[in-house]
């Protein structure tokens, strides 16, 4: 099975170094000197990797035959791919991989539907589940502890207590509206008791 590990960015510096964008959170395992990783657009790779550091905070990686600045921003915005075995599972037991997630149902604590797991976005702070919901419109759940209360795998489902207004923004605006409608009927009583 192939899994997106990286995005290559800009190129850093003119020996031929590229910024990339993790997306795996096993960096250090798929993003090693010596991986050999397919690409797309598959015309740029495949890629081996020759070697990788942190510099400010950002993964830098420099590919074999990949010399000069000029022939590591041509490879801006390729994704770098590893081939997984499907099988193998994450070290930690509360991890998952992307491919384990895809296509799962999300369901709310009390049984409510919420839509499908279609993407996954990796951000600096924090994941994000990227829902499709039966009305064919998105929602953007993170992936916390506090939110996504349990991932089953056998039953293909995630179970999550989303705080108000996360996946249905209606209430909080139904609920203004209706302190407004009450704040109107007092305004109303008022005057009506005055006179």
Do not use: C, W
């Not at 910024?19 to 015309?43: F, H, K, M, N, Q």
């Not at 709310?108 to 990796?122: F, K, L, M, Q």
């Not at 995630?158 to 109107?184: F, N, Y």
């Amino acid at each position: 099975m192939q899994l997106v590990v990286a995005r290559i960015g800009r190129a850093h510096g003119i020996k031929g170094d590229v910024t990339v964008e993790v997306r795996t959170d096993e960096p250090e395992l798929r993003l090693a000197p010596g991986a050999v990783l397919a690409t797309d657009p598959a015309s740029t790779g495949p890629l081996t990797i020759e070697a990788g550091r942190v510099h400010s905070g950002r993964l830098l990686l420099r590919f074999e035959g990949v010399k000069d600045r000029s022939a590591a921003e041509a490879l801006r915005n390729t994704l770098l791919i590893a081939e997984v075995d499907p099988e193998e599972l994450p070290e930690e037991e509360d991890e998952y991989y992307d491919h384990q997630l895809m296509d799962l149902d999300v369901v709310t604590a009390d049984g409510v539907e919420v839509g499908r797991i279609t993407e996954i976005s990796h951000l600096p702070s924090q994941d994000l589940f990227i829902v499709e919901r039966p009305d064919g419109s998105e929602v953007l759940i993170p992936f916390v502890e506090e939110i996504v209360a349990e991932i089953d795998l056998a039953e293909q489902k995630a179970v999550i207590t989303p705080p108000p207004g996360l996946i249905d923004d209606r209430a909080e605006i139904a609920s203004s509206r209706d302190s407004e409608d009450s704040q109107d009927s007092e305004d109303a009583q008022d005057s009506e008791d005055a006179s």
